[in-house]
């Protein structure tokens, strides 16, 4: 992703509010699911989020001293956003849209971490995008498992249930 018109305050800006944003609908998702297993899977993957979302905020006080981050509705950065819609969308579209989410956080963090001429930094932001694409994997083998469920329209507890 091509970043180098952006500023680096407002692509920590957009860092930051882009996982906070996911933690909470995968928080959001996992209270709506009662598979098990997956509402654990959502947990997870809340909780990952969550940790980006901490180690963001302290390079952009690093970066920024005695600046307070301050969370835009929009972020100058268009990132793909997860919906969670009513009862009768079908899980599999939900995790579609999560799906490009982590791949356009892959892909943003792929292009920050080109803004910093610190190793250290430069690699665990380019770690951050790896696991980005870890949680696309997790994401995209939960979508192939709810389609097939969906396809049968089978619903059985603590197996598979849409949000």
Known sequence: MELQTYDLKDLLIT????????AKVYRDLASRVENAMLKDK???????????????????RQD?????????????????????????????????????AEQAAYDFYRGLAGRYADEAT???IFYIA???????RLLEIEKKNAEEFEAFNVSWPDIHVGP
Do not use: I, W
Request: charged share 25%; hydrophobic share 40%; net charge negative.
């Open 15 to 22: 860092a930051l509010k882009a996982e906070t944003e996911a």
């Open 42 to 60: 959502l947990g997870f993957l809340a909780s990952e989020e969550e940790k980006h979302r901490g180690y963001f905020e302290v390079q952009f």
């Open 64 to 100: 920024f001293p005695g600046q307070d981050p301050c969370l835009p509705a929009k972020t100058a950065v268009p990132l793909p956003e997860v919906t969670l819609a009513g009862e009768d969308t079908p899980l599999s579209r939900v995790l579609e849209q999560a799906m490009a």
């Open 122 to 124: 430069r690699n665990m």
């Open 130 to 136: 790896s696991m980005e694409m870890g949680h696309y």
